[in-house]
């Protein structure tokens, strides 16, 4: 019986890990001590290896584990995996900023279900706030600082530089 609900356990923690999987362009973290990659966001998963201190990686999604701390997904010497945050710091990367390429407004969340609160003219540049969602049509959703306003732009009318 133990057993059994170690096993339900470890599947709700990976369900809830899997539903709070926020996608993200791509940014750099250094990491700060040696740090174990795992196949999961959160300790409870395998080590499928190790990243030593003073390693740069491209990170291409975060996940929050049930704890609160947060997980980064890279890939380290062809190995894909995850390691936490609390070992790295910012990997000296610039600013990014959101350039639209026509009008696009700025929405209070990721979709066309959500109020404008806004418009961002055609070849205008936005903070970046590291931040990426899709939508249910698989549409990349850019949260931005636009002149005080903080929002959501579409990816269809806007790239990250």
């Known amino acids: 019986m133990k057993r059994f609900v170690k096993v339900i356990s470890l ?5 809830i890990a899997l539903f709070s999987v926020s996608a993200l ?7 700060t ?18 990243v ?4 740069t990686l491209s ?3 975060t996940a929050k584990a049930t704890n609160g701390k947060t997980w980064y997904h890279v890939n380290y010497s062809g190995k894909n995996g995850w390691i936490c945050s ?9 600013e990014k900023k ?8 700025i929405r209070t969340g990721a979709g066309l279900d959500y109020k404008s609160v806004g418009v961002m003219p055609k070849g205008a540049t936005a903070k970046y706030m590291n ?17 005080g306003t903080t929002g959501w732009v579409s990816s269809k009318y806007a790239a990250i530089k």
């Open 131 to 147: 931040e990426s969602k899709k939508d249910d049509r698989g549409v990349t959703w850019y949260r931005i600082n636009y002149n």
């Open 86 to 94: 609390s070992y790295t710091k910012d990997g000296g990367s610039a």
């Open 52 to 55: 030593p201190s003073g390693v």
């Open 98 to 105: 959101v350039v639209t390429s026509g009008d696009a407004n």
């Open 11 to 15: 599947m709700m923690a990976a369900l």
């Open 33 to 50: 001590a040696s740090v174990n990659l795992r196949t999961g966001p959160g300790t409870e998963y395998a080590t499928q290896g190790c």
């Open 25 to 31: 362009a791509a940014f750099s973290v250094t990491t």
């Open 59 to 61: 990170v291409d999604e």
